[in-house]
């Protein structure tokens, strides 16, 4: 595997390195020492899966406040998407800064995403499933979200959604809380 930092603080492009052959290919996807190699410690605690049948279809921006924040490391396995990682960490250099990457199935790079950073992806294909892994464990009760279009974050996307919930479309305007020295 090879990581790549992002402009946000934590957040990592994760490439395989697949082995081909005649049969196809095989590559590992997650590897605990691999991960500690390049400075992140991540164990999966849990693995979900996003199936999103419509082409511009939002999820997002999703996040865990702290003491029950997760890190996630998310992958395509069907289909492309657009996808964002939004750094809500108040302490942080990159504070109220985005990314963004295509994240697609032939391909197999996956996105890392640290605790207080925001989530969410556009599909850019019809069909399209999205693999995550978490640490530690989802707790019920504790999420949080940002609105998708909030101009505090003026995130690019590549595209207008055409399918989101109501709660993604609905989250108020972004409203930061004090870190811990206090704003």
Excluded at 28 to 55: I, M, Y
Excluded at 71 to 78: A, D, G, H, I, P
Aim: hydrophobic share 40%; glycine share 10%; aromatic share 10%.
């Amino acid at each position: 595997m090879r990581f790549s930092p992002t402009e946000i603080a934590g957040v990592m492009v994760v490439d395989i390195d697949p082995v081909v052959d005649d049969r196809g290919a095989f590559a590992r996807l997650h590897c605990p020492a691999e991960f500690a190699d390049a400075g992140v410690e991540f164990v999966p605690a849990q693995t979900s899966l996003s199936r999103n049948t419509a082409a511009l279809t939002l999820r997002g921006m999703h996040y865990q406040p702290i003491p029950h924040g997760e890190s996630k490391l998310v992958r395509v396995v069907r289909g492309r998407i657009f996808d964002v990682a939004l750094d809500l960490r108040p302490d942080s250099i990159t504070f109220g800064r985005w990314t963004g990457a295509e994240l697609d199935a032939a391909q197999g790079r996956a996105l890392f995403i640290p605790e207080g950073v925001a989530h969410g992806f556009l599909t850019l294909e019809p069909d399209t499933d999205v693999l995550y892994q978490i640490a530690p464990m989802f707790e019920p009760g504790h999420g949080a979200g940002v609105r998708w279009n909030d101009p505090a974050f003026a995130i690019a996307w590549p595209d207008e959604p055409k399918v989101i919930s109501e709660r993604d479309a609905s989250y108020p305007d972004f409203a930061p809380h004090p870190g811990p020295g206090g704003r």
